[in-house]
């Protein structure tokens, strides 16, 4: 008996073997929060170039002939210099919605598909959005901290928080996210704008072309962009002096979106009124000005991460990467617009 599950186990490691490889250059988040059994799959095997001890390009190279899919994670760059070494690959798939670490025109150069997590974080992010902006106007998590030292005894009532109802709610960047932003915000009574890469014909939002006259004419500004060349630190001085000192600014993007230091700055001066953000430039690296701040509230980049949508991430991931392997269109092929 002992010999024949021997054999039973070697046929199934060489059927693993011979399995078209999906090379993963970093253990995606979703990894360690939901298992990495949530992504196997009986029509594909990954092969994870941070177990290895070879150098990368060595590594790659050596695989090379087999390797037909990059699952793609925030952090790892699928550059030129890495597309040379695997001319199989035919797909990236990424767990992220933002594609800022794939070079996304070698990709169409080289005839590469490419399929993001589409709707799977949309609501979950806009929610978040929604939270952070309600939290800076309404002063949540600093009044909350103000009952828990005491201090509501001590010294009497806090300041009142502002009302979310009636604010110029302006959004930038009017994708899957920035429109489920839109959405929860109409609802609250918010009059929405935004500004996008186009006008998008199917709302009827007015539409700012210029960042920084979409800023000057809203109260709250939402970043829900993705990061590219374009977009990196686009929200700079002129646009924060546009939002104006009763201004609040949110961010579920990227962190770089933003020019940092001259946010800290705006709201030390007092030039910007708050900021909820979910990202930061240099993460895990936070700008410790803010610590001191009762108008900033700090998330650690976890919009995204719910059960509930890294259920759905895990069946998106799988469902694209056994698609591309049956030669089916993929659940979620990314195409280049916003």
Same mark, same amino acid.
């Given at each position: 008996?002992?010999?024949?599950?021997?054999?039973?186990?070697?046929?199934?490691?060489?059927?693993?073997?011979?399995?078209?490889?999906?090379?993963?250059?970093?253990?995606?988040?979703?990894?360690?929060?939901?298992?990495?059994?949530?992504?196997?799959?009986?029509?594909?095997?990954?092969?994870?170039?941070?177990?290895?001890?070879?150098?990368?390009?060595?590594?790659?190279?050596?695989?090379?002939?087999?390797?037909?899919?990059?699952?793609?994670?925030?952090? +790892?760059? /699928?550059?030129?210099?890495?597309?040379? @070494? !695997?001319?199989? =690959?035919?797909?990236? %798939?990424?767990? &992220?919605?933002?594609?800022?670490?794939?070079?996304?025109?070698?990709?169409?150069?080289?005839?590469?598909?490419?399929?993001?997590?589409?709707?799977?974080?949309? +609501?979950? /992010?806009?929610?978040?959005?929604?939270? @952070? !902006?309600?939290? =800076?106007?309404?002063? %949540?998590?600093? &009044?909350?901290?103000?009952?828990?030292?005491?201090?509501?005894?001590?010294?009497?009532?806090?300041?009142?928080?502002?009302?979310?109802?009636?604010?110029?709610?302006?959004? /930038?960047?009017?994708?899957?996210?920035?429109?489920?932003?839109?959405?929860?915000?109409?609802?609250?009574?918010?009059?929405?704008?935004?500004?996008?890469?186009?006008?998008?014909?199917?709302?009827?939002?007015?539409?700012?072309?210029?960042?920084?006259?979409?800023?000057?004419?809203?109260?709250?500004?939402?970043?829900?962009?993705?990061?590219?060349?374009?977009?990196?630190?686009?929200?700079?001085?002129?646009?924060?002096?546009?939002?104006?000192?009763?201004?609040?600014?949110?961010?579920?993007?990227?962190?770089?979106?933003?020019?940092?230091?001259?946010?800290?700055?705006?709201?030390?001066?007092?030039?910007?009124?708050?900021?909820?953000?979910?990202?930061?430039?240099?993460?895990?690296?936070?700008?410790?000005?803010?610590?001191?701040?009762?108008?900033?509230?700090?998330?650690?980049?976890?919009?995204?991460?719910?059960?509930?949508?890294?259920?759905?991430?895990?069946?998106?991931?799988?469902?694209?990467?056994?698609?591309?392997?049956?030669?089916?269109?993929?659940?979620?092929?990314?195409?280049?617009?916003?």
């Amino acid at each position: 008996m002992g010999v024949n599950d021997t054999d039973s186990d070697k046929t199934q490691e060489e059927e693993q073997q011979d399995l078209p490889k999906v090379v993963l250059f970093r253990p995606p988040p979703a990894f360690s929060l939901i298992g990495e059994e949530s992504f196997a799959s009986n029509k594909f095997h990954f092969l994870k170039t941070y177990d290895s001890q070879l150098p990368l390009d060595q590594f790659l190279s050596t695989h090379s002939h087999s390797i037909k899919a990059i699952l793609s994670s925030g952090g +790892a760059p /699928v550059n030129a210099d890495i597309l040379q @070494l !695997l001319p199989e =690959v035919g797909v990236v %798939v990424t767990t &992220s919605a933002g594609l800022n670490q794939i070079d996304i025109p070698e990709c169409r150069r080289r005839g590469i598909k490419i399929a993001n997590a589409g709707n799977v974080y949309s +609501a979950d /992010v806009a929610d978040l959005a929604v939270g @952070l !902006l309600i939290d =800076v106007l309404r002063k %949540v998590s600093a &009044s909350d901290r103000y009952v828990r030292q005491g201090l509501w005894a001590a010294k009497g009532n806090y300041p009142l928080g502002s009302k979310l109802s009636g604010k110029r709610a302006g959004i /930038v960047g009017l994708g899957n996210i920035g429109y489920e932003v839109a959405k929860r915000l109409e609802a609250f009574g918010c009059f929405v704008s935004y500004n996008s890469r186009k006008k998008k014909p199917y709302v009827s939002y007015p539409f700012y072309h210029d960042v920084c006259e979409l800023a000057a004419n809203c109260d709250a500004l939402i970043i829900c962009c993705g990061l590219s060349d374009e977009t990196r630190h686009m929200i700079k001085k002129q646009v924060l002096s546009a939002l104006g000192k009763e201004g609040v600014i949110v961010n579920i993007g990227r962190g770089a979106i933003i020019d940092e230091k001259e946010m800290v700055r705006c709201l030390m001066q007092g030039e910007i009124a708050g900021a909820g953000l979910d990202v930061f430039e240099n993460e895990p690296n936070v700008p410790e000005e803010f610590f001191a701040m009762d108008n900033v509230v700090l998330s650690p980049h976890r919009a995204v991460f719910t059960p509930e949508s890294l259920k759905d991430l895990s069946e998106l991931v799988v469902g694209n990467l056994e698609a591309f392997l049956s030669n089916k269109p993929l659940l979620s092929e990314y195409v280049d617009s916003e």
